[in-house]
């Protein structure tokens, strides 16, 4: 009874403790900008994975979530450069035409069932490369956009230092903004609705569960979700061109750290984000540049082989409700 109530006790206080250290890692990181710039990106890409896994809780894979990050990097950097747009305007902008894509690739592709969505959603983000790529009036082309300004500073209620504790702490209000999205809408009776969708269509159907309407907005808030980490990057590394928007390995790697963490949980996803860009940022990459590659290939064959839900299994046992983590199959 007593290890029932600690663990719930521990499970109640480990939001909060997770979040204040991520709040208070630049006071104690310093002035070690490496560091601090290496964590920003691996929230970005923890936000990243999140995206992608609110869609797979709904049932559909994504082979193609370049495509919505790609979009929202584009509209945030032309925003800025050529309409001289404040980077929170570039921001919105970004978030409405990714929003834009989602809908319009919903309403193509998601009668489509299994593996044919998933292609489909791979054609997709390689469509809107190439159209990155040839439309050079609006994208510049292959020769990309460049003077892209950096993330303003949010109004901190403590001091902080230097721009890159500025941008960390943009990403960190982001990746809450999104797993605030994603806690609301599995709570909600379209959580309910996605639910039965993923465990099986027709049955769904037959009861009168809405699925289309269910998954296209889990679409929707997937794609603008990854439409924000794209502008965001884009802000980042103030600098764009097509092949680093639409990289096949924006729709690979988030879909990597959300089943390594536990694609069906909440905080799956964004721990096997901020664990494997890490490890591999700060240890593989300093050992070969193919560590990258191999990190991630290891990674996916361990979990389907060893741990088929991902890393919250590790997390679950009797009398330990972590209920955060829990899959909800």
Known sequence: MRSSRGGRDLGRLSGPVGLACLALLPVMLGARTYLLQTLTHALLF???ALSWGILR???????????FFGTGAYAAALAATA????????LALALLVSLLVALLFGLMALDLRGPYFSLASLAGAEVLRSLALNWVSLTNGPAGVVGIPSLPRLPLPWPVGGPSSADYYVILALLLIVLAAAAGLRRSRFGLAQKAAREGERPARALGVPVFRAQLLALLTSGGAAGLCGA??????QYLEPSLAFNVMLSATPMVMAMVGGPLTLLGPVAGGLALYTLNELVLVRITTAAHGLLYGVAIMAIVLLL?????????GPGVPWRSWQSTT
């Open 57 to 67: 809780f709904s049932g559909p894979v994504s082979f193609g979530h370049a495509a």
């Open 46 to 48: 923890a936000t990243l």
């Open 232 to 237: 965001c990057y884009a802000h980042l590394v």
């Open 83 to 90: 309409l001289g747009l404040s980077p929170w305007s570039g």
């Open 308 to 316: 088929p839900r991902g890393l919250a299994d590790l997390l679950r």
